[in-house]
């Protein structure tokens, strides 16, 4: 018999559409931009000649029978005009940010950085003031279009249709309500007798990712009621003391906090309201939080999953628990590639963009410890050599030159004054 829609379109689901049809979007769409800014009558003329960069991720998650866009790209863009006087004028625009945020919620505003090629002149100018103004108009309003695309290209791809759903709109015929009634009513009076519970095989499915904050601020946001819908973007309940429960996602997981430590770890029962999550069988989420100077580690450590579900438990702690820190701001530095779960079977790690901030605290680590060492080496040989020294004479050569005159005269001084 089939499962109901609004039971198989319940539980998580995740499609990643980043390469190549993300990428291709933006590229198709956005070049597509022609602008005349003064009118067709006018000579001026703007437009998006190529897109030469594309980076970051576009997801799309569905949620209780709800399709979520999730994404986070930056864009850099030639673009190219035509000046009152006939110049031909030539610049870059980069956008650091396209995501959620911007296009739909409109919590967060575009940003632009632009540059101009052509050399400057008072047409080329004045059209460079156009573009500033009218381009990045026409460039919002194709943006905030992504979502929409999105959900109407692959949204089939994750929900069951309906055509297989139980119609229940039609009036039940009189004569077949009594029996079916009293059916109803012997089934009722018999007692139920509860099943044993199956013995379920588990595994543990560990993630890690490294946030550019501090791990107080991140323990807050994963046991705050008024800051985890910042992430989640649905209501949650979460009173964070030892035994009370706790829901996320709208009641998607639901649970009990065990113990917790604030800024340290947060220990949790876990359950997936799932059609696929076995009835009454919770999981235990362990999630650490280990700072550095600059960085925390937050590693979410799942024991008990259903073997079988590890890759589609690993999906969603990827895309709505690491994601959803990084959707609001929280960048993501480095995801660790001892990232691993202990099924025999091993997730493919999701490639991430390195942080140029990670790179230079690497690079200003490495120096600083060659220039520690080179220190030391020196200050050793320097005290051997002195040593020695005041064994005998003949070793001053192995001191530096400012102290070779020093310690000779004060060698010859001490021999003349000791007894023959």
């Known amino acids: 018999m089939s499962m109901p829609t609004s039971t198989a379109n319940w539980h998580w689901k995740n499609k990643n559409v980043t390469h190549p049809w993300a990428k291709e979007w933006f590229k198709h769409e956005l070049t597509s931009i022609e602008l005349s800014p003064n009118g067709e009558d006018a000579k001026e003329r703007i437009s998006v000649s190529d897109m030469t960069e594309f980076d970051g991720d576009v997801e799309l998650g569905q949620r209780k029978s709800k399709l979520i866009t999730i994404f986070d790209v930056r864009i850099v863009l030639n673009w190219a005009g035509v000046a009152s006087d006939g110049t031909e004028v030539n610049g870059r625009l980069t956008v650091p940010e396209v995501s959620h945020e911007t296009t739909l919620d409109k919590t967060s505003d575009y940003s632009y950085e632009w540059s101009l090629s052509t050399s400057s002149s008072p047409a080329v100018d004045a059209l460079y003031t156009l573009a500033r103004k009218h381009l990045t108009q026409a460039l919002e309003a194709k943006l905030d279009t992504f979502p929409k695309a999105i959900i109407d290209t692959h949204g089939k791809d994750l929900t069951i249709a309906g055509s297989n759903e139980p119609s229940r709109t039609g009036t039940p015929n009189p004569a077949a309500s009594a029996p079916a009634t009293a059916t109803a009513a012997a089934a009722a009076a018999k007692p139920v007798t509860p099943k044993p519970a199956r013995a379920l095989n588990t595994s543990k499915v560990v993630r890690e990712a490294v946030f550019m904050a501090a791990a107080d601020d991140l323990y807050s946001l994963l046991s705050d009621e008024k800051r985890i819908p910042a992430w989640t973007r649905a209501p949650a309940q979460s009173d964070p003391t030892p ?113 140029k901030v990670t790179k230079k605290a690497k690079a200003k680590s490495s120096s600083g410890l060659s220039a520690g060492a080179v220190l030391g080496v020196g200050l050793g040989a320097g005290a051997l050599a002195l040593g020695l020294a005041l064994v005998s004479p003949r070793f001053s050569q192995f001191l530096p030159l400012a102290l070779r005159t020093p310690f000779a005269s004060a060698f010859a001084s001490a021999s003349t004054s000791s007894p023959a």
Request: proline share 6%; aromatic share 8%.
């Open 243 to 355: 035994g009370a429960d706790y829901a996320l996602f709208g009641g998607g997981v639901k649970g009990k906090y065990v113990s917790l430590s604030p800024g340290k770890e947060i220990v949790q029962t876990w359950a997936l309201q799932s059609p696929t999550w076995p009835a009454g069988h919770n999981a235990t989420l362990t999630t650490t939080f280990a700072q550095s100077s600059d960085s925390t580690t937050v590693t979410f450590s799942l024991d008990g999953v259903p073997t079988g579900m590890e890759d589609e438990i690993t999906r969603n702690l990827d895309g709505y628990y690491i994601q959803g820190l990084k959707s609001i701001g929280y960048v993501q530095l480095v995801v660790s590639p001892s990232q691993q779960r202990s099924s025999s079977r091993t997730p493919s790690p999701k490639c991430k963009r390195a942080s």
